[in-house]
């Protein structure tokens, strides 16, 4: 078993690397607007809110909020939109996320939120929702519930549904692969509230992930561009513990490197 000790702490290691780059706890995060006091909203402002955010994309401002234990999600402190009848739309260029990632979602009402990447691609150091924002994964409005989809940009852009809802009380993990050479995102989804409960995003078959591809990759911006992170709470929809997943390829040479040395350390001490 000792012989054992070695890899099975790189298997640790290798599967210990998701990094939460935005869990909006305090003290980092105080409650309230992110907006840092503003009175007003200015669209499309540089990241001069709490902690390098930027002003809103859509008029509302974001906001901390506190949220409770539900099931397998902590309660604590969320983001969320600091108008119930707007949408706060925002980028942070503090974290890139990288091409698989997950974050938790509640959506109270029926409306759009979730996570994008964000790209600065004419390299003016501000934001423009409707051409820089990577593929945003979450939820969107649909038939008067808040179905999990995909959307080419936060704001603007096609919609594409699952056509499976969330319940209106349940706090959700949604986990995200991107893949730049096939221009596939793919979505899977469990319940927290219901203690991790495996949502089936494709009743029609055996799977229970959601995946869309972009013909041709119009409306894709790799994720080898992105510079920061991007978010949208409208309503009362929340997003929290944005989390970014190592590359399975990473994760494969840190096996391979362990498994080399288990090999090695018999081979000397036979």
Known sequence: MKKLIPFLTLVVAATAQSQTLFDFESPTYSTGNLTTGATSVTTG???????????SGSGGPGAIVTTTTSG??????????GNSGNAYIGVNNSFALGSSF???LLAPVANKGGISGFADLNSDG???YSTENGIFAGVLDSGGSSRFAFRDLAIGGSSYSSGVAANTTDWYRISVTLDDSTWTAT????????????VDLDPATSATSFSHTWTGGTGWIPTT????TGARASGTILVDNITTVPEPSA??????????LLIRSRRQQA
């Open 102 to 104: 997950y974050f938790d």
């Open 187 to 198: 979505m899977s989804v469990i319940n927290l509230t219901l203690g991790g409960t495996v």
């Open 251 to 260: 994760i494969a040479m840190v096996l391979l490197g362990g498994a080399g």
């Open 126 to 128: 501000n934001v423009s």
């Open 225 to 228: 561009s992105w510079t920061g």
């Open 72 to 81: 397998l999600y902590t309660g604590g402190q969320a983001l969320g939109s």
């Open 45 to 55: 402002a540089t990241f001069t809110g709490l902690n390098g955010w930027s002003q």
